[in-house]
């Protein structure tokens, strides 16, 4: 797919088309993940940067087309998907352990949507989530504009500098990903290792 793609872009000059294209791509890899969105979004970038799009517009047309689908995917977490997760989820988890999610980003739920386009597989996940705790979309839509906005723009960014070379956007996101996962890893053992030992003082 992203092949034939790349192809069309090499035999073709960016037009006006390319802003609205950015707002697609973001959109529907917001509302299915497995699409390899970031990368498409980052070869994408750099053949419009290329033809004259400039880096803000790109940003812009990233966090309008991601923002639009957390929008929806809160609204589905808030109304169908909360019967979802009080219906056929509790028949197959533990009725506390999902209690303890939905307090958790009672809780922290702004600073985890802050975050939660840069953690891989589940940020989609973490915006439904948001809304089938029940959290308001008032105090959900700035972490979650926030996220957009840090996300698209750091893909941007690398789309400026790799241009539509595919193998090196691949090649970037690997690698980026693997760093991300080590930095999330080092900052849970930080926290679980404050939790014991704010545990112990209680004591």
Request: charged letters at 15%; one cysteine or more.
């Amino acid at each position: 797919m992203i092949e034939s793609i790349l192809e069309y872009l090499a035999n073709n000059p960016p037009g006006a088309w390319a802003g609205p294209l950015l707002v697609v791509i973001a959109f529907v890899e917001t509302l299915f993940p497995p699409i390899p969105g970031d990368i498409l979004f980052i070869v994408i970038t750099g053949w419009a940067v290329s033809g004259g799009l400039s880096l803000m517009m790109a940003t812009v047309c990233g966090v309008t087309g991601c923002f639009l689908a957390s929008c929806i995917l809160f609204y589905v977490g808030h109304k169908p998907g909360r019967q979802f997760v009080e219906g056929w989820l509790k028949r197959k988890v533990e009725p506390e352990r999902i209690d303890r999610a939905k307090s958790m980003i009672a809780h922290r739920g702004p600073l985890i949507l802050a975050f939660s386009r840069f953690i891989p597989g589940v940020r989609s996940l973490l915006v439904f989530m948001a809304g089938s705790s029940g959290m308001r979309f008032a105090p959900a839509a700035v972490p979650i504009a926030f996220s957009a906005i840090a996300w698209y723009l750091f893909l941007s960014i690398a789309g400026s500098i790799f241009g539509s070379n595919l193998q090196a956007a691949e090649g970037f996101m690997k690698h980026f990903e693997i760093w991300l996962w080590i930095i999330l890893g080092i900052a849970f053992f930080i926290f679980l290792i404050t939790r014991i030992r704010t545990g112990k003082k209680r004591r």
